[in-house]
Each structure stands twice: as structure tokens, then as C-alpha cells.
């Protein structure tokens, strides 16, 4: 049963849009993340965040930028698309330091 | 490299046939989970398992940590067990780190 949830499902954008993808968790954890899976299937860390620390995976360019307003919610937003963004955005919650996370069913990305 | 290596990249089965699916880790391991992805591209969590043998329904885990190993058992398998499973590990931190899948395709 999803206790994680994500808008919108598919989104199809030109180069140098903005976008933002919504990300929301009613399992009253504190922790949360968002992963980017490529067209390889390999899915990788962007961020980790808490209401006491953001962690940034270094590789990340910095036109995405994670955007939270309480511990259920953590929004993904790139500024400025770029073909290379076409992937599935996964998001997931966990209580932090407890490790086992739940995941999202994705935002796919495409960028024409 | 990769830190989280994956075995077999691909599967086929036919019904009923039991599978075994292998990840390795280059680094010392914490903990990890093991992952089922649909085709349409959800994660489902399978197993977290710091150590040892878990069992839910027709699915087996072990996690030897020392050997920085864990298999997936899938006994008679089915149609509906098509798909990719996914293993994992938690890096120092909360970041999870993944290997590149199993693909398993389960014919009648």
C-alpha cells in the first residue's frame, strides 16, 4: 500500500524549463530523499534531508535544488531542464538512522 | 568501480523453477535491502536485513556480513515475478547505494 507519494507521474518539458515535482510521506518519518534513475536503470542518491541537515550528493549540478516545508514534504525542483534530466525521479522516507526506506512510484522525466 | 555488483544481469524461467540472485559489495557492509521494481517502475521493499535469513512467502534472503554478501531465493517461481530486483546498501550515512538490477522473466 503507496504511504509514499509523488506528482505528477509524467511530465514532458523543453530545454531550459523549470520544473518541480512533488514528493509527500504519511509515514511520520523525518527523513527524506530523492534518487534519479537513468536511462542505464542505475539509480543514485541526489539528496538526503532532515529538518536538521541537507546532504548533497557532490555530483548533483546545481540547478536542482530540494525544496521541503515540513517532514512529510520534500519537492524536487531543476531550474532549468536539460536533456541529460531525462530520467524516473524516485523519492523515499525513512526515520532517520533507522536505514530501511520506502519509495515513491516515480516522476519520469523527459526532456525534448 | 561499482560498489554493489549484481548476478546474474538476466534471468529467464519457466514457471515453477527456483532462481538465486547474488550481490556482492566492495565495501564493508551495514546493512541493506533488498528491492522489486514492476515494470512500471516502482520499488517495492522486499527484505531490510542487517544479517542472516529472512523468509517472506516464497522469498528467502541471507546476508552474510563479514562476507559482504546477500542472495535473493525465489522458489516455483510465477508470471507475476517478472520484473528487476534490486539490491542495496546503506553508505555511511543514510544514502543508499544500488546495484544495476537482476532482470528475471518468468515464461508459462
Known sequence: ?112 | GQQVQQSPASLVLQEGENAELQCNFSTSLNSMQWFYQRPEGSLVSLFYNPSGTKQSGRLTSTTVIKERRSSLHISSSQITDSGTYLCAHYQGGRALIFGTGTTVSVSP
Not at chain 1, 537513468?38 to 530540494?66: A, C, H
Not at chain 1, 536533456?83 to 525534448?112: M, N
Open chain 1, 1 to 112: 500500500e503507496t504511504a509514499v507519494f509523488q506528482t505528477p507521474n509524467y511530465h514532458v518539458t523543453q530545454v531550459g524549463n523549470e520544473v518541480s515535482f512533488n514528493c509527500k510521506q504519511t509515514l511520520g518519518h523525518d527523513t527524506m530523499y530523492w534518487y534519479k534513475q537513468d536511462s542505464k536503470k542505475l539509480l543514485k542518491i541526489m539528496f538526503s534531508y532532515n529538518n536538521k541537515q541537507l546532504i548533497v550528493n557532490e555530483t548533483v549540478p546545481r540547478r536542482f535544488s530540494p525544496q521541503s516545508s515540513d517532514k512529510a514534504h520534500l519537492n524536487l525542483r531543476i531550474k532549468s531542464v536539460e536533456p541529460e534530466d531525462s530520467a524516473v525521479y524516485l523519492c523515499a522516507s525513512s526515520y532517520d538512522r533507522v536505514y530501511e526506506q520506502y519509495f515513491g512510484p516515480g516522476t519520469r522525466l523527459t526532456v525534448l
